[in-house]
């Protein structure tokens, strides 16, 4: 008997409206639409608009779009795992809130927090409750409403990301499909280098943190490039070489949208042509959580069932990562 597979058989993408462009930043801070492009290779980002709106709200309507294309009913899904940096609230789990919004009133679920790579964390996690065979249907969400963290007076950081969600449904396949391995790192060595100094319980928020703009995305930008560079790019040849994969063997590269300069090393380094590599960062920017699920969202149509599909990421904390999927089914 063949092993059982938790299989991807369903996406989902969501990103608002409003597009920031590099035009309208060079109005907001010292910078130009050269300077960003040629360092991020971004061109504008999409921006949630409105008051009281959150991840949740992102991540609703991309549930919504993978439950209309799948033909099935919210009541259907059994398990929810959110990757998000920016919850709702502190708490309840932006997982249960999106289960309420959309209507999944059986299933169960939680929140997973590892910066840019969760939602390769909350893959690896969902597939374990496919595989031994305790739920049949598990929902994975990646949304972010980085806006809600930006300074955008330092164009360090708010040149970088934006607002977006996407998910994937997954499904058990005895046919060899599927989720087949993941490599996962961390180091929190690297948590100096790239985080929000104050809203936790080591800095709680006061009157000062807030004056003091410490509730933003905090950055040095040049450790965190050249340890991302190595490590993305490692970690995704790592994967190859465990399941003696050549760039032949390999479909599609889905790497997180950090930096065109950290994708173009991670191809480089499985030596992959441009053409096998999704890329949507000059569009939507670093949506953290968001990235990979939006690049299977918009790259859908072009998948193929039996594609070899390597996802990678890196994010803060540090962490980083690596997953191999066979694809399971042709777009109609």
Request: glycine share 10%; with cysteine; proline share 3%.
């Amino acid at each position: 008997m063949q092993k059982l597979h938790a299989a991807i058989t369903a996406v989902g993408g969501y990103v608002p409206k409003y597009r920031l462009t590099n035009a309208e930043l060079e109005t907001m801070m010292d910078t130009n639409d050269e300077w960003i492009q040629s360092r991020t290779g971004i061109k504008e980002r999409r921006i949630l608009k409105g008051e009281g709106k959150g991840s949740s709200d992102l991540a609703v309507e991309a549930v919504k779009v993978l439950l209309a294309k799948r033909k099935i009913d919210p009541t259907e899904i059994e398990m929810v795992i959110c990757a998000t940096t920016t919850p709702d609230m502190q708490f309840p789990a932006t997982a249960n809130v999106i289960c309420d919004k959309a209507g999944m009133t059986r299933a169960w679920g939680y929140d997973v927090n590892a910066a840019c790579s969760g939602f390769i964390y909350a893959l690896t996690i969902g597939a374990q409750f496919i595989e031994t065979g305790r739920h049949t249907k598990v929902l994975v969400i990646g949304v972010d409403k980085m806006s809600s963290i930006m300074n955008y007076e330092d164009r360090a950081t708010s040149i970088i990301f934006g607002d977006g969600a996407g998910c994937v449904l997954l499904e058990p396949d005895a046919e060899g499909n599927g989720i087949i391995d993941s490599i996962l790192r961390s180091d929190g060595k690297g948590r100096a280098f790239l985080h929000q100094k104050a809203g936790g319980s080591v800095k709680p928020a006061t009157i000062e943190t807030v004056m003091n703009k410490e509730h933003f995305v905090y950055q040095e930008g040049q450790a965190v490039f050249k340890f991302a560079v190595k490590n993305m790019a490692e970690v995704a040849a790592e994967i190859m070489e465990r399941h003696k994969l050549t760039a032949d063997d390999i479909a599609w590269l889905v790497p997180h949208q950090a930096n065109k300069r950290i994708i173009t090393a991670t191809a480089e380094r499985m030596n992959l042509p441009a053409e096998k590599v999704m890329v949507n960062i000059e569009k939507f920017g670093n949506t953290t959580n968001g990235t990979l699920p939006l690049c299977l969202w918009e790259w859908e149509g072009k998948l193929k069932k039996g594609d070899n599909v390597i996802l990678a990421a890196f994010g803060g904390g540090f962490t980083w990562g690596s997953t191999y999927v066979k694809w399971a089914y042709d777009s109609e």
